[in-house]
């Protein structure tokens, strides 16, 4: 574990250099606005660290207000991608920024369906495109539509120079950053090779009626440098990322390539631009925490791209309706009276384009690390414990006191660059273990990216953790390592930590850790075509359950006898599910209970491992990952169980439902908890059931739901 966390690749004097021209940049050029306080947290100290350690982050309370920043590499990207997540951000009051890295000029046509085809313009289409992104925020702000906004240019390092707009309604603000990059630049280049080839320089394209006049020239490392720049300046507490490492897919006939890059499921400029903005965060992590003597403290989330064609889709009715009316408003039409003489929006997006359209990206929106976080424990003490990913870093929060639903400031535990997939579990000694998935090189420029699986364990029960180890990935080409999966993991009571992966080629692999704490050699499970967000579980005779949504049912596989080896079962025959994480739990009886939702569907139901039989919870409306608990029924009789269920109503609100019948209601979270990606769920101890979560504003929430709460 090192106390002094560089980014990979970079020397003590680059990383000098990048401090210097940070701080000469000064603070101006990011309106923060003000939020609405999403999460309370007691008074803490102002840091808080461990020997070896990683710098300590800034106080949970009074020094940080939330932000969320999200970079894409074209306008829309957002509206298809990120959304709903991003307009529940920005509805709850939180200011949004927004990076878009190239033009999006594309050929520089902007067509209507059922018109002619206009004469090819790329700086007004870059403008028309501009628009229908005010058109689009200001809608999702609750304004009309051509509502004015400010717009300015922004001075970034390198001596480049990008449009700014800006608008507010009440605590909502948004701010608009078009970096203006060209797709094509001079020469043919485009924004792949300025990630992997040496030496490429592109040129910006100014968008018609821009206040940006002159282009700009940008280097790799001027688009580090300019993405960190913006980190620096707004300080989010929450950043939204585009896929660093898209699923490897087979083009054929039955699954035409359509916008793909060759090879995989999303366009060729989506990924650069998620690795720059990954390289970019490292930068700004190492660079803000030499200057300020500790770390920024913000999450991430990185979404899906073109893999929402790929797989069903998991957006309900209201859901994608919502969604809809952001990307009809972006799209615009000719005959709208915006007021910009270069177009009213990108006129194919238009109208129910996006509903039609047989791709489907609009109708689904998917984590590429879709683990939930915090991973919540408790401690001898009886206090309750998370861990999660905060700056790119493990980090562990601990009740103030046990029962107090307060989290103290977070202890760092190093481990960066983490991706916001970590796993944590308690072995059967009572040693807390945790494994993440690490970004082990950020370098581009010709060198290799690569990407491990890395776990830290402590000492004994309570105390001190060991330095970090590096378990690799079951890949042997650092491509298709790249696409592994989010760990998941599941101690036995013999000791054992079993830790499973989505393999690149969609299967499952799994590496063990004996009672002795060694490791063994990793070991591929078979099976194929399964989505990341595997749900682990232990049955009631201690055996070994591994559960994932594939294209087709719900695969699985288990151990058939306690320390046995696991192993892919025979098809369930389950019905389709809708791609989220399954939730999966032990009955009373012994068996399984998986809980998941159809394709689009709005309410879940419970299916059997051994039985065909579903039932449909009728009034657990929402959508995402859902997690699912046996617990003591709402009368506190302890002999009689039920089946707790964990997700986000249809405005990603948390929400509970105690049991499945049909007159069990759910309990919305009070104070109108929006998480960041999928909320925890404790199973009840002396205490009750724990529900944990991470705010907008990067601090940790507790929500004991009580049978009695009122939706």
């Given amino acids: 574990m090192n106390s002094r966390w560089t980014l990979p690749g970079t020397t003590r004097r680059q990383t000098l250099a990048a401090l210097a021209a940070l701080t000469a940049?000064?603070?101006?050029?990011?309106?923060?606005?003000?939020?609405?306080?999403?999460?309370?947290?007691?008074?803490?100290p102002a840091r808080a660290t461990v020997p070896g350690a990683a710098a300590p982050f800034t106080s949970p309370v009074g020094d940080?207000?939330?932000?969320?920043?999200?970079?894409?590499?074209?306008?829309?990207?957002?509206?298809?991608?990120?959304?709903?997540?991003?307009?529940?951000?920005?509805?709850?009051?939180?200011?949004?920024?927004?990076?878009?890295?190239?033009?999006?000029?594309?050929?520089?046509?902007?067509?209507?369906?059922?018109?002619?085809?206009?004469?090819?313009?790329?700086?007004?289409?870059?403008?028309s495109r501009h628009q229908g992104l005010r058109q689009a925020y200001a809608r999702m702000m609750g304004l009309d539509r051509f509502a004015p906004w400010q717009r300015s240019v922004l001075r970034l390092p390198g001596g480049v120079t990008a449009e700014t707009n800006t608008l507010t309604n009440g605590a909502r603000s948004a701010q608009l950053i078009f970096l203006n990059i060209a797709m094509l630049s001079e020469g043919g280049v485009r924004v792949p090779a300025l990630w992997t080839t040496p030496g490429t320089v592109m040129r910006t394209l100014p968008a018609t009626g821009s206040p940006v006049t002159h282009p700009s020239t940008y280097g790799h490392q001027t688009?580090?440098?300019?993405?960190?720049?913006?980190?620096?300046?707004?300080?989010?507490?929450?950043?939204?990322t585009l896929d660093p490492d898209p699923d490897f897919q087979v083009h054929d006939a039955q699954h035409p390539k359509d916008n793909?890059?060759?090879?995989?499921?999303?366009?060729?400029?989506?990924?650069?631009?998620?690795?720059?903005?990954?390289?970019?965060?490292?930068?700004?992590?190492?660079?803000s925490t030499r200057r300020d003597k500790h770390a920024p403290r913000f999450t991430t989330t990185a979404f899906r791209g073109y893999y929402n064609q790929r797989w069903p889709h998991n957006l309900p009715p209201a859901v994608l309706a919502r969604k809809a009316q952001a990307v009809e408003s972006y799209g615009g039409a000719p005959d709208w009276d915006c007021g910009d003489p270069a177009g009213c929006g990108d006129y194919s997006q238009g109208g129910s384009h996006a509903l039609k359209n047989r791709k489907g990206w609009i109708r689904s929106t998917y984590y590429r690390y879709p683990t939930a976080l915090p991973a919540p424990t408790t401690d001898a003490q009886g206090r309750l414990v998370a861990y999660g990913v905060l700056g790119t870093q493990a980090?562990?929060?601990?009740?103030?006191?046990p029962g107090s639903g307060r989290f103290g400031a977070p202890l760092g535990l190093g481990g960066g660059p983490l991706a916001p997939a970590l796993t944590a579990v308690r072995d059967s000694a009572g040693r807390q273990v945790l494994i993440a998935l690490r970004f082990a090189a950020l370098a581009g420029q010709g060198a290799a990216d690569l990407r491990e699986i890395v776990a830290l364990e402590q000492r004994s029960p309570d105390g001190p953790f060991r330095a970090w180890t590096g378990l690799g990935t079951p890949e042997t080409s650092t491509e298709h390592g790249r696409r592994?999966?989010?760990?998941?993991?599941?101690?036995?009571?013999?000791?054992?930590?079993?830790?499973?992966?989505r393999t690149a080629d969609k299967g499952l692999a799994t590496r063990i850790r004996d009672a002795d704490g060694h490791w063994g050699p990793w070991q591929r499970l078979g099976g194929a075509e399964?989505?990341?967000?595997?749900?682990?579980?232990?049955?009631?005779?201690?055996?070994?359950?591994?559960?994932?949504?594939?294209?087709?049912?719900?695969?699985?596989?288990a151990q058939e006898r306690t320390g046995g080896p696991v192993a892919?079962?025979?098809?369930?025959?389950?019905?389709?599910?809708?791609?989220?994480?399954?939730?999966?739990?032990?009955?009373?009886?012994?068996?399984?209970?998986l809980v998941y939702r159809a394709p689009a569907a709005t309410v879940p139901a419970v299916h059997g491992d051994t039985t065909r039989t579903a039932r449909t919870v009728r009034h657990f409306e929402g959508y995402g990952a859902i997690a699912a608990h046996t617990v003591a029924q709402p009368t506190g009789r302890r002999e009689a169980r039920t089946l707790l269920l964990l997700g986000r109503d249809l405005g990603g609100e948390v929400q509970v439902q105690y049991g499945t019948g049909p007159d069990a209601r759910p309990l919305r979270s009070p104070g109108h908890l929006i998480p960041v990606g999928a909320p925890a769920l404790l199973a009840e101890d002396g205490q009750g059931v724990h529900v944990v979560g991470v705010a907008p504003d990067a601090t940790p929430w507790i929500w004991r739901p009580r049978p009695t709460s009122r939706a």
Avoid at 486 to 497: E, I, N, S, Y
């Fill in 484 to 501: 592994v999966g989010c760990p998941a993991a599941v101690a036995t009571p013999d000791g054992r930590v079993h830790l499973f992966v």
């Fill in 25 to 44: 940049a000064g603070a101006a050029g990011c309106s923060a606005g003000t939020s609405r306080a999403t999460a309370s947290a007691p008074a803490g």
């Fill in 568 to 593: 892919l079962r025979p098809p369930t025959g389950l019905p389709r599910p809708g791609g989220d994480p399954l939730g999966a739990a032990v009955t009373p009886d012994g068996t399984l209970a």
């Fill in 395 to 401: 980090v562990r929060w601990r009740e103030t006191a």
């Fill in 530 to 557: 399964i989505q990341d967000g595997l749900t682990t579980l232990l049955d009631a005779e201690g055996r070994v359950h591994v559960l994932a949504p594939g294209r087709d049912t719900v695969h699985h596989w």
């Fill in 260 to 287: 793909d890059q060759p090879g995989c499921s999303d366009h060729r400029d989506h990924t650069p631009v998620a690795l720059f903005t990954w390289k970019a965060i490292a930068r700004w992590v190492a660079v």
């Fill in 64 to 127: 940080k207000q939330a932000l969320l920043l999200q970079v894409m590499a074209h306008p829309d990207d957002d509206l298809y991608f990120m959304n709903p997540d991003a307009e529940h951000v920005l509805r709850a009051g939180v200011p949004v920024v927004c990076v878009y890295v190239t033009a999006g000029e594309a050929l520089g046509i902007n067509r209507a369906p059922g018109t002619p085809v206009p004469r090819a313009d790329k700086a007004a289409y870059s403008a």
């Fill in 223 to 240: 688009l580090v440098d300019v993405l960190a720049e913006i980190m620096d300046r707004c300080r989010p507490t929450l950043i939204h």
